[in-house]
């Protein structure tokens, strides 16, 4: 990490503390202390600004502290971080601190988000949503992207690089996963008796709902807002602008429709099997 990053991360190692400090201050400080680290969990472009942004709204509720890290599993560079300095990061989490990341079902983040004193949200998105909003990104909102010039370089359509993100390119120094092999590594978290799992469409077109599980979920760790749960629900809605976060492009679930081919189509279905009835998105291959 250069000079930049080192001061950067020192910066907000003392803003954490004053955040921590005025928490303790405006709730208590053994109210502070009962809190969970509370995570929010999601694989990269489903969903992991829109929950930061929610849990960004509790500390409007009560002793919860926004820590203002970046991903647990990115330095302040935003370059992947290894296994063992994200788990150090994790355990660095006090009670009561939010923070998000992008975490498989794997050892040792399951062992380690099973402790007491932690709680975690998974945000999970349909496939096909994900692969366009992926696409977009390496393309167009992001050009150091891995995958950009292969996109912009090598491939001539849009067709042709939605059928690359459902397969995997692992070719001319390009590395990409199937679908499938990326909702593998996330999957066990929907297993999971005390993670709590939410679909990014419900964030968006059910989100009373799905903001009412979340305090539910938190209740059963003794959070309990100070506001009546009607105020506390609008509080957490108006933390909600997708439009803030820099890898904002639609946002609208079923935006697949608008993109993919029945050729596109055809290759998802061959490709990843019954991943959409697993998660709840279609009954059967018959859409």
Partial sequence: MDAYYTIKHWLKLGRWQARRAAAALRWGPQNLHRMPALIGNAMPKSGSHLIIQVLHGLPRL??????????????????????????????????????????????????????????????????????????????????????????????????????????????????????????????????????????????IQNRDTALNRLLDYLTGYGFVPRQPRRLAVEMLMSAIDPARSGTFRKGQPGNWREHFTAANKATFKSSAGDLLVRLGYEEDDGW
């Fill in 62 to 203: 009560g002793p919860f502290v926004n820590t203002g890290f970046p991903p647990l599993n990115r330095g302040e560079d935003n370059r992947k971080l290894p296994v063992d300095a994200t788990l150090a990061v994790l355990q660095s989490m006090r009670p009561g601190d939010l923070a998000y990341g992008y975490l498989r079902a794997a050892e040792p983040y399951l062992s380690t988000l099973k402790q007491p004193g932690r709680a975690t949200v998974f945000v999970y998105r349909d496939p096909r949503d994900m692969i366009i909003s992926h696409v977009f990104y390496a393309t167009q909102r992001h050009p150091g992207h891995g995958m950009h010039r292969y996109y912009t370089e090598v491939l001539t359509s849009m067709e042709q690089r939605i059928d690359a993100a459902i397969l995997g390119v692992q070719a001319d120094g390009y590395h990409l996963s199937g679908v499938r092999a990326r909702y593998q590594g996330y999957l066990g978290w929907l297993d999971q008796p005390n993670v709590l799992c939410l679909r990014f469409e419900d964030l």
